[in-house]
């Protein structure tokens, strides 16, 4: 199970231009590809930060001509256009090796429950910066803003916990008719569960690794990677004692992050990620770069979190 | 194999709004969950004017300040959004008959050739109406405008022949895994094959009733059905003497379709894909609407195109 950060999958400047996008996504499936060839079954899942904030800032100029996008909608959109470029460029790296292995795309519900704290109290950022004046209206619309340093007011969104991959079934088909296969991006399209409707989308953004740990888990992967732009979880990042982890047990990690080792909405999640998915599987959880990813899981490089002390 | 109309998932205005596509779409998904406690196994498709032009509009609105998404994009965006609309409503329809039949939605891409003559002749009108001024400024854009009766001018695009579901495997491994199975909505992601770059995705829209007689015959469908908002295929459509086709052969429907009988961009092309369905796999094509779907098939109601004269 590989999981994938949007801003890995956008511009150098973080915008979501279409072009930038399909040129990071084949650098990044060309690292994929890699790993298909050494014998690996892959399931992928990715973030979509730059792209749902560009879907949702479309939608808020329009909206008075053209009836507003929901947030979950927006999430679902970016799974689509990602997930297209990942089918485009995966196939093309996997032909390029010779590797007739066929690669899906799809479109994935997470559920989440509807009196998750997180509801109550919107603690995501996402979007575009806005002055305080534009925010002051937004918020008396019912929407949560926020002012974060210099760059001005952000949104905030509801991130709830994952609770089940819906989709998870579909997804384990393919993975067992021999298919790489995408699945749960940005998180997963936050729904509930209502007793009149059934499963009903929500306004919400849910943390990509968090769902990844959960999605690893429903597939029995052997081994969850997140790749992030760095080669490795750090102890005192950004100090001159700064020195990355290797193997450490789920219980040292816990203990690391309860000190305020990393960062929330950053290698917070990724951390807990891992974690949570050694702990419930007794397998190992691995962060890491792209195209270390391969060396990562051999164990030469990067983060491996282990249920227990390694050998 | 179903196909339905996107016109009957958005409002009765046409607008497709959130909340009017989920019903509409809730409404649809009876009808299908009945098929499947017959016994049917269902592969889906879906058409998405109504929601396509919505995004291609919105995108327009917002040009100035994010970048534009194309055609194909806004394509890939609307397989996303119903997808997961028909995922939650199919659930639940499927739930209240008890049946535990799982669905899945893909992420479905569609082959054309670049040099399709639809490339050089752009002929489908999509989105919203303007006025000749505003066009004009659109045509000095390298876009194509057309003036179509009393509401203005409208954007015409190509429209290419399907010519491979690209992602009709997954479609099929899901199928024989039990899956109700949605796929090439909107008559797919309108995708070319070059040399360096391998598959890229294109500006232009598809026919969603000739993609779904493509995929029909690509995963060997006994049956191929064209959803529509008439019963039937008719005669002198508007006329005094009009009356419903009932059965008839590949060869007496090309007939009346050469005759001018079917409008272009309504009837013609739903004319077109049951009869090149039934051509190709000598098995029957069905035009009739949704409610009445399985007595179409039946025999009772609606237009059964046979390969050769009924018994």
């Not at 899906?104 to 979007?127: C, H, M, N, Q, Y």
């Amino acid at each position: 199970m590989l999981a994938l950060g949007g801003n890995a999958m956008s511009g150098a400047d973080g915008v979501a231009r279409p072009d930038d996008q399909r040129e990071a996504i084949a650098v990044a499936m060309d690292s994929v590809a890699e790993l298909v060839s050494e014998g690996h079954e892959v399931v992928l899942t990715h973030g979509n930060g730059p792209q749902v904030g560009n879907l949702l800032y479309t939608s808020e100029l329009a909206a008075g001509v053209v009836p507003p996008t929901p947030l979950d909608w927006c999430g679902a959109q970016t799974q689509a256009t990602i997930g297209m470029l990942v089918l485009d460029t995966l196939d093309q790296a996997l032909a390029t090796r010779g590797l007739p292995v066929p690669v899906a795309a799809l479109v994935s519900r997470t559920l989440v429950a509807e009196d998750d704290p997180g509801f109550a109290k919107p603690s995501k950022p996402i979007g575009r910066y806005v002055q305080q004046s534009e925010a002051a209206l937004l918020v008396e619309h019912g929407q949560h803003w926020r002012e974060i340093g210099a760059r001005g007011w952000r949104r905030l969104v509801a991130s709830p916990e994952p609770v089940r991959c819906l989709d998870f079934p579909a997804a384990k088909a393919l993975l067992t008719a021999g298919f790489v296969v995408v699945c749960s991006g940005g998180g997963g399209i936050p729904t509930v569960r209502r007793e009149a409707e059934g499963y009903v989308g929500v306004e919400a953004v849910i943390d990509k690794d968090l769902t990844a740990a959960l999605l690893a888990e429903q597939v029995l992967a052997d081994v969850l990677v997140i790749a992030t732009d760095v080669e490795a979880a750090v102890l005192g990042f950004g100090t001159p004692g700064a020195h990355p982890i290797g193997d450490v047990t789920t219980e040292e990690l816990r203990t690391l992050a309860s000190e305020g080792h990393f960062a929330d909405g950053s290698m917070g999640p990724k951390v807990e990620a891992v974690t949570r998915f050694a702990e419930r599987t007794r397998n190992i959880g691995v962060i890491t770069s792209l195209p270390l990813i391969a060396q990562a899981v051999a164990g030469a490089v990067g983060t491996r979190v282990h249920p227990v002390s390694p050998a």
